[in-house]
């Protein structure tokens, strides 16, 4: 919601969870849908950029219970002339909380390039505790990805006339596929529940690191620090 909350109040009552845009104001903001419905979950969305560790700290000594954060459509961060990848920043991110000790009072949702399966069990070893997704689902509807509709030209799939059972299904075997490669991972590991993999990077093995500690002591060129690789890490088991 922007502005007066007037006209949200039944949209807020009946929600489980609303997403604010993060502004100056957005705490207050947060304190007035609170007192609207105390068991609403409230979720701050704020862009990934170079400032967003210390926003995250800050509004998690300030009392925000759930963020959004976003990378751009490649999975990168937003807004830098030499983006960091997504993978980089969620560990960054998620060390500068528990080294403050605020890690458990704050759940942190990120969205942006996660585009397989796969991707999801990484966010999280990583120190996400869920994943926003977009694209996949256009592209479960079968979506050409051609962008044509941002520049007000008709879509080619005519994704606007699909029948919506049709479409409710195709989205519900994408999540239950996805669903099924995580429960895979986890049980690889001997885990059951999905929370304990949260930040468990001992159980994977980052492709910069790797170079840096053996190729990079032959060749003299260690990969940088926050150069993407989005399929340099992999997922091991004990």
Not at 20 to 42: A, D, F, N, P, W
Not at 117 to 140: N, T
Not at 193 to 207: P, Q, S, T, Y
Not at 209 to 214: A, H, S
């Amino acid at each position: 919601p922007e502005g007066s909350l007037e006209g949200s109040i039944p949209a807020i009552r009946r929600a489980r969870m609303v997403q604010v845009s993060l502004t100056e104001s957005s705490m207050e903001t947060v304190r007035e849908i609170k007192k609207i419905s105390s068991e609403v979950v409230v979720c701050l969305r704020l862009p990934l950029t170079r400032e967003t560790e210390e926003q995250v700290v800050s509004l998690a000594r300030a009392g925000a219970e759930v963020l959004h954060i976003l990378a751009d459509e490649k999975g990168r961060e937003q807004r830098a002339a030499s983006p960091r990848f997504i993978k980089d920043l969620i560990r960054k991110i998620h060390l500068r909380l528990v080294k403050e000790g605020l890690r458990d009072g704050l759940s942190l949702i990120y969205g942006g390039g996660i585009a397989m399966a796969e991707h999801v069990a990484k966010a999280i070893i990583c120190g996400a505790d869920a994943v926003s997704i977009e694209r996949p689902l256009l592209l479960a509807l079968e979506c050409r990805l051609c962008k044509q509709c941002a520049a007000d030209l008709a879509c080619p799939v005519e994704i606007e006339k699909i029948d919506p059972e049709w479409g409710r299904q195709r989205v519900v075997n994408l999540i239950a596929a996805w669903h099924g490669q995580l429960l895979e991972v986890l049980g690889a590991m001997g885990m059951r529940d999905v929370r304990r993999l949260r930040g468990e990077a001992g159980r994977a093995i980052f492709l910069e690191e790797i170079e840096k500690e053996t190729f990079g002591r032959i060749f003299g060129q260690p990969v940088q620090e926050g150069q993407p690789h989005e399929e340099g890490m992999h997922v091991l088991s004990p």
